[in-house]
């Protein structure tokens, strides 16, 4: 059973940064992507972020330049926040997803921006 922590969150104000990290039990070669979602109430799961084992990494639009991502080992992740908005405020989840497919779950940390 793969554990996934995320860790980080917290409220800042309009213009601050955040760290999010995210660290999945077991092996660093278990992973071959690992990436931040974000879901705020009455809206769905969206990606914001995400890593391959090789590195390469792809952002949603709204983050772009704002939110890089960063691999510590193959199974710990950042999330550096920069240029927050209240538009951020959400939970932040992590996946860590194995080569065999299956997809792990962290249970989140919340993100609050306040104007």
């Known amino acids: 059973q793969v554990q996934v922590v995320e860790s980080g969150g917290g409220l800042v104000q309009a213009g601050g940064s955040l760290r999010l990290t995210c660290e999945a039990s077991g092996s660093a070669l278990s992973f071959n992507f690992m990436g931040w979602y974000r879901q705020a109430p009455g809206k769905e799961r969206d990606l914001v972020a995400g890593i391959t084992s090789g590195g390469t990494a792809n952002y949603a639009d709204s983050v772009k330049g704002r939110f890089p991502i960063s691999r510590a080992n193959g199974r710990k992740v950042y999330l550096q926040m920069n240029s927050l908005r209240p538009e951020d405020t959400a939970f932040y989840y992590c996946?860590?997803?194995?080569?065999?497919?299956?997809?792990?779950w962290g249970r989140g940390t919340q993100v609050t921006v306040s104007t």
């Open positions: 996946q860590a997803r194995r080569w065999s497919g299956d997809d792990n």
